[in-house]
C-alpha cells in the first residue's frame, strides 16, 4: 500500500476483471514495538506513515478515481485507532453529490 503505483495498478487490474468498483475497504496498518521517540529511527516513522497514512489516501483516490462512474459507490476505511482514518462520507460527497 506504500506505493502508489502497486495501488493504481491494483485498482486498474480489479476494473479490467470485474469492469467497475463499486466498494472498497481499505484496512491496512501496521504498528511497530513502542519506544521512546527521541531513539526511534526516522525511516521506521516513515515507513508507518507510508503504510498508515499515504497509503490508505493512495487507495482512496484511486478507488475514488473509478468510482465517479455513475454505478460507483465510496471506499470505506478502517485504519487502526493509531492512523487517520479517511472518512467514508468525503468519497460519498465526492462520488454522489447531494441534491437536497
Known sequence: MSDEESV???VKATVDTFGRLDMALNNA???VPPSDAADEPAEVFDRVNAIN???VWACMKHELGQMRTPRGAAPSSTAPPSAVSSDSRVGLRTTRPSTA
Open 8 to 10: 493504481a495498478a491494483m
Open 29 to 31: 496498518g501496521i504498528q
Open 53 to 55: 497514512l499515504r497509503g
